[in-house]
């Protein structure tokens, strides 16, 4: 059972304009979750991450918004970069399992 | 500093052949975890370890060995390889301590059973 889902498995952007990644969940008992970024090749590395305690986290032109009543995440890039392409996959974490969703390719235009 | 290194980057097997994806990680991490990644299915957890000689079940096991017997090493065995288990295997590491659970990933292992 895909206890993280993304559904979008793509989506694109011009360079300048918001991207908005979206997460679906369905463990009540996840307590972490991550966002991570995939360059092609390469192994994923981590972006941000928010607690269950909290709504948002920023990190510079990364946010992470969290509604737990929807089981709902969602990683806004503002504004987009063509570096920003890559693979993001979303997870959610508690106690030694984390589980990914099947990742969404964003693709920045110049 | 090398982080967390997989090898071999590719590897290409005959069925029921077996062979050890090797992962090693120098930032005295306890946490250590092999992951294979399929189109659409994102990234699953095949086993995990928590520490030196402590090992555990993650979301697909099945086919699949893994020992602990030192902090910087945590390999993957495939005793019978099948064409399922074709794929992308990442190899993780983080510390125990840190309860976000942020893993350092390795640059990945692409296996081919024919």
């Known amino acids: 059972d895909q206890q993280v889902k993304q559904n979008s498995p793509s989506l694109s952007v011009q360079e300048g304009r918001i991207s908005i990644l979206n997460c679906d969940y369905t463990n009540s008992m996840f307590d972490y979750f991550l966002w991570y970024k995939k360059y092609p090749a390469e192994g994923p590395t981590f972006l941000i991450s928010?607690?269950?305690?909290?709504d948002k986290n920023e990190d510079g032109r990364f946010t992470v918004f969290l509604n737990k009543s929807a089981k709902h995440l969602s990683l806004h890039i503002v504004p987009s970069q063509p570096g920003d392409s890559a693979v993001y996959f979303c997870?959610?974490?508690?106690?030694?399992?984390?589980?990914f969703g099947a990742g969404t390719r964003l693709t920045v235009k110049p | 500093n090398a982080g967390v290194t997989q090898t071999p980057k590719f590897q290409v097997l005959k069925t029921g052949q077996s062979m050890t994806l090797q992962c090693a990680q120098d930032?005295?991490?306890?946490?250590m975890s092999w992951y294979r990644q399929d189109p659409g299915m994102g990234l699953r957890l095949i086993h995990y370890s928590v520490g030196a000689g402590i090992t555990d079940q993650g979301e697909v096991p099945n086919g699949y060995n893994v020992s602990r017997s030192t902090t910087e090493d945590f390999p993957l065995r495939l005793l019978s390889a099948a064409p399922s288990q074709t794929s992308v295997y990442f190899c993780?590491?983080?510390?125990?301590?840190?309860?976000?659970?942020?893993?350092?990933f390795g640059e990945g292992s692409r296996l081919t059973v024919l």
């Open positions: 997870a959610a974490n508690w106690g030694d399992d984390m589980r």
């Open positions: 928010i607690s269950s305690i909290k």
């Open positions: 993780a590491s983080s510390y125990v301590a840190d309860y976000t659970g942020e893993l350092f």
């Open positions: 930032m005295n991490h306890e946490y």
